[in-house]
């Protein structure tokens, strides 16, 4: 089990280190493990994807919790907050699934999972007769998404507080609108 721990923490390493995903010769000689090694724990790299994906989601379960603020406006505010705190440390590993998404299914479904999951987060908080307006639930969403973080970050060159502060901008419009 120690070697797969250092796999696992080898890979988290490396993309932490904005290396992209990396090989896994890289990975072995991060780990200090044998390449064969890599793949006797693992199977093969999707294998090793699901186990990082795994280990980087335990990072994030305290902020799936119930939602503390009394009215829906408060809970939007605070899903923010949560999603800004994720995305700061999760855009990395974005990034190095885009390059690596064509040749994985499994990354593009875990991808697809935790933006349903947002949704559906997002959808829950807010009242169905505000839900309502596709339109303004859609541009809550967009501005809520990692893809909105990443480009502000990656494309405008935005630090996180920057990036956080046009997100928190948009959605503070939003929900004015509906108040």
Do not use: C
């Amino acid at each position: 089990m120690a070697s797969r721990d250092r796999i696992i923490n080898a890979v988290i390493a490396l993309v932490d280190e904005d290396q992209g995903i990396p090989g896994a010769e890289a990975i072995a000689a991060r780990a200090g493990v044998g390449l064969r090694s890599v793949f006797r724990h693992f199977g093969d790299m999707d294998g090793l994807y699901v186990a990082v994906i795994e280990r980087i989601g335990g990072r994030y379960t305290h902020l799936v919790g119930p939602y503390v603020a009394p009215h829906w406006q408060g809970q939007i505010r605070e899903a923010m907050d949560r999603r800004m705190e994720m995305f700061a440390t999760v855009l990395p590993y974005r990034r190095a699934a885009d390059m690596h998404r064509q040749r994985s299914p499994l990354l593009n479904h875990g991808l697809d999972a935790l933006n349903l999951m947002l949704r559906v987060r997002l959808e829950t908080a807010v009242p169905e007769a505000v839900r309502s307006d596709q339109l303004w639930f859609e541009q809550l969403d967009l501005w809520l998404s990692l893809e909105a973080y990443g480009r502000l970050r990656d494309r405008q060159r935005q630090d996180h507080p920057g990036a956080a502060r046009v997100i928190e901008a948009a959605v503070a419009a939003l929900l004015a609108a509906k108040s």
